[in-house]
Antibody
């Protein structure tokens, strides 16, 4: 059974750094083709993929947020961590982590086949 | 970035009716080397995460009812629900995973009339 679960603070002050952890089970992030991404969704709005880390530690970031994002993995703990600096109220959203499993070759794309339940993060002073 | 544009933004149909949602990408998402369209469809019900319905433009995921079907290639794609059920009330998103950054459409809200 594949599961993913997001954890982190529900409330963050403006200018602070948000650190979210995705803890997963049922698959390995050392398997070729597998990756874990972070996607956010502001209330009532669409989805935005923030970052993705592949099994080989290759990383992808949203160009508009790249300077604020860092994604890392700890395969021994089955965790992926996203850090987002300089938080602003516009960053208020539900943050999801999700898995891809079919990224075997160029162009390294694969749909998100399993998702966590999401973590609502509110940015407010 | 590839812009994904869905139409309509919302639709309200009676139970049993046929629903059609369109998705247009600003660039081609068909990779000619493997002839695959890097396009997915997701269903999101209130308070839930998105659920993958369709991958590679037309491949239905395991457990997805066969009233859901999808087609298209290149830049134009369609998701169809052949006989709308009450449990299909949701927002539907298309997503391209061909060119980074992967992007989503704005969503189409499906309701029962």
């Amino acid at each position: 059974q594949i599961t993913l679960k997001e954890s982190g603070p529900a409330l963050v002050r403006p200018t602070q750094t948000l650190t979210l952890t995705c803890t997963f089970s049922g698959f390995s992030l050392t398997t070729k083709g597998v990756g874990v991404g972070w996607i956010r969704q502001p209330p009532g709005k669409t989805l935005e993929r923030l970052a993705l880390i592949y099994w080989d530690d290759d990383k992808r970031y949203s160009p508009s947020l790249k300077s604020r994002l860092t994604i890392t993995k700890d395969t021994s703990k089955n965790q992926v961590v996203l850090a987002m600096t300089n938080m602003d109220p516009v960053d208020t959203a539900t943050y999801y982590c999700a898995r891809i499993s079919g990224a075997y070759s160029i162009p390294w794309g694969s749909p998100f086949d399993y998702w966590g339940q999401g973590a609502l993060v509110i940015v407010s002073s | 970035d590839i812009v994904m544009t869905q139409s309509p933004d919302s639709l309200a149909l009676s139970l049993g009716e046929w629903a059609t949602i369109n998705c247009k990408s600003s660039q081609n998402v068909l990779y000619s080397s493997n002839n695959k369209n890097y396009l997915a469809w997701y269903q999101q019900k209130p308070g839930q995460p998105p659920r993958l319905l369709i991958s590679w433009a037309s491949t239905r995921e395991a457990g997805v009812p066969d009233r859901f079907s999808a087609s298209g290639s290149g830049t134009d794609f369609t998701l169809s629900i052949s006989s709308l059920q009450a449990e299909d009330v949701a927002v539907y998103y298309c997503q391209q995973y061909y060119n980074d950054p992967w992007t989503f459409g704005q969503g189409t809200k499906v309701e029962i009339k």
